[in-house]
């Protein structure tokens, strides 16, 4: 078990963290809205692939599933709109306790979603083409996303520090 915790959970946990400091500097968003934008940029690139592959009625289906799986990321982003882009001290403290708890607590839950990721592609066959097309969608779908989503709510959130435009002016940097 400690050989998963090295090699498998600790790097997968240090890179979800590299990805929202990346995301909070490079962009100045909040770590929260990280995930649904990764969520809905998925579903646009396996939107894209379902117009080159499927047509007619199997086009209609993919296009209707992926938009129902768009909704509760479309939610989070306008309704994180909603409240100021204000990421302090105390934002940080809390998410960082969320973290740890998650990192703690949901560690099976993480393995078994990453078992599930690593063998799901390969129950994408069936003798129909469209259905195989979408049953492949459907599993590259949750291959980028739910682990993904997993990571990054147990990630150590970034310092509010990092990318605080008012603070660098207040020391003189900006």
């Keep these: 078990m400690e050989w998963i915790n090295s090699y498998i959970d600790r790097p997968l946990l240090d890179g979800a963290a590299s990805g929202l400091r990346a995301w909070h500097i490079r962009f100045g968003q909040h770590p929260e809205r990280l ?15 379902a117009a080159h592959f499927l047509h007619d009625s199997g086009l209609v289906l993919c296009a209707s599933a992926l938009a129902m799986l768009a909704l509760p ?11 100021a882009n204000i990421y302090s001290r105390r934002e940080y403290a809390l998410h960082r306790t969320r973290a740890f708890t998650k990192r703690e607590a949901e560690w099976s839950v993480r393995m078994t979603v990453l078992f599930v990721s690593a063998s799901l592609p390969f129950f994408a066959g069936t003798a129909d083409p469209t259905g195989m097309f979408f049953l492949l969608g459907a599993s590259l779908w949750f291959v980028l996303t739910v682990p993904a989503k997993f990571y990054l709510q147990a990630a150590e959130p970034p310092e509010p520090d990092e990318d605080d435009r008012l603070f660098q002016r207040a020391v003189g940097f900006g």
Excluded at 36 to 43: D, N, Q, S, Y
Excluded at 73 to 83: E, I, T, Y
């Design 35 to 49: 995930e649904p934008t990764w969520h809905l940029a998925v579903l646009s690139l396996l939107l894209i692939a």
């Design 73 to 83: 990321s479309v939610w989070k982003l306008v309704s994180s709109f909603r409240v």
